[in-house]
């Protein structure tokens, strides 16, 4: 391995292309795998966990590595797309060494493994050379300021607490990976931890970003990581997640479950997810969300454009405005019509919204059947359609993207997440 260097840190490792022999991309590294052994040992790298398409977790041995190059990492041979499945004797190092707390034996400092170093030995085997572990954080001055802790790189054999597991491992390094990944991906990463290791992850993530990985996640896991939190923090996390997907959820748990987590949500919040719970499974109502883009009249077509410039909505609900008399949140006031994008991308900014609605469409109807809202935005090519009551009122609105998650078979999230099978 003329091009690899001597020694190489994981950290760096992560997310770095792999390239099979023709320079075509295969996938990206996502962990390490190991063989632990005894205290003081160094561990010998079995392989790498490459994503691959599909996000697919599979296993790639060190003997087919043939250089880890600047950015990039080389392999040789025919991978195997077989799943990736963690042994009891195999410990991966970003996923449950990182953040682990162990013991400098040459000073007695104590502190957190923050990153680790593989080399190559002599028989050509990669082990775990070195450990990169940083103290904790020390208070200074009046105000009581924390000033981030030393860092050591040490040899492995001058490390004590990498051979055991702790229950009260933190999770920081994992939780900083995470809070860059995109929710789905992210997803994919708690679903591969151990869970132990899962469940200190989620403790240490903050509401908002546990509500996006929660929305990501197979219908199971979304309610053992729900029922594994106190009452207080799940009714936090159910208040951020849209409300279609929170009562979704809530459908998924014991009656007297959701129920009590239904008193402990913010009134309007709750109000939004009973309302959703109350419609038909399957229908328009079940699948809408309440808070698409909802305008009044004498909105202009600048105010439109500002709210779908909001980075937080799908670009489906971004597609259309939705004019109504007060009030504005759903229920609303009598629903006048949409406003499509496109048709306000070209008109003058000042000009008011109600002169560009589209009256035309037919709204739907919260008893709407599944087969109805696909024929629907079929139809009239929508990537998104209103949901009016029988008083004439805008009670939400049904993406395609709702549609899909309702289309698609019961565990399609399970499948995607374990990898498509």
């Known amino acids: 391995m003329s091009t690899t260097p001597s020694r190489v840190f994981v950290a760096r490792l992560v997310g770095l292309p792999i390239y099979d022999p023709l320079g075509e991309q295969v996938g990206k590294v996502r962990d390490l795998v190991v063989s632990v052994r005894a205290e003081g040992s160094q561990p010998r790298v079995l392989g790498m966990i490459a994503e691959v398409f599909g996000r697919r977790r599979i296993f790639v041995p060190m003997t087919r590595v043939t250089s880890i190059d600047t950015g990039q990492v080389f392999i040789t041979g025919l991978l195997n797309m077989r799943r ?91 939780v900083h990976a995470i809070n860059e990944m995109r929710p789905a991906d992210a997803a994919q990463m708690l679903h591969d931890l151990p869970r132990e290791r899962r469940h200190q992850v989620v403790a240490s993530l903050d509401d908002e970003r546990l509500a996006e990985v929660l929305e990501e996640l197979p219908d199971d896991e979304q309610v053992e990581i729900l029922e594994g939190l106190d009452s207080e923090r799940a009714a936090d996390v159910l208040e951020e997640m849209s409300p279609e997907d929170a009562a979704d959820l809530m459908n998924e748990l014991p009656p007297e479950t959701a129920a009590q987590l239904l008193e402990l949500m913010e009134p309007d919040e709750a109000e939004d997810v009973k309302r959703l719970m109350s419609y038909e499974e399957d229908t328009a109502g079940a699948m809408m969300t309440p808070e698409p883009v909802i305008l009044g009249p004498d909105a202009t077509i600048a105010d439109a454009l500002a709210h779908v410039r909001n980075p937080e909505l799908t670009p489906a609900l971004a597609a259309l405005v939705y004019i109504c008399r007060p ?17 306000l991308l070209r008109e003058p900014p000042s000009t008011l919204v109600a002169g560009a609605l589209d009256s035309s469409l037919e709204p739907l ?57």
Do not use: C
């Open 84 to 174: 990736f499945e963690q042994r009891s004797t195999e410990t991966l190092v970003i996923g449950q060494m990182f953040d682990r707390q162990v013991t400098i034996n040459s000073n007695g400092v104590t502190g957190t493994v923050y990153d680790v170093a593989m080399e190559q030995a002599r028989n050509r085997d990669w082990v775990l050379s070195r450990v990169a572990v940083q103290e904790p954080a020390k208070k200074f001055g009046r105000g009581g300021l924390r000033r981030r802790g030393q860092t050591h790189v040490v040899e492995w054999h001058d490390v004590t607490g990498l051979a055991q597991r702790s229950a009260s491992q933190p999770a920081t390094q994992l």
């Open 365 to 421: 109807r919260p008893e709407s059947t599944l087969d109805e809202v696909a024929a629907h935005l079929a139809t009239y090519n929508l990537v998104a359609a209103p949901v009016v009551d029988e008083d004439g009122r805008l009670v939400g609105a049904v993406s395609v993207d709702d549609l899909l998650d309702h289309m698609l078979p019961d565990d399609w999230r399970d499948k995607a997440v374990r990898s498509h099978g």
């Open 327 to 343: 009030p504005l949140e759903a229920p609303t006031g009598k629903f006048l019509g949409v406003a499509h994008i496109q048709r």
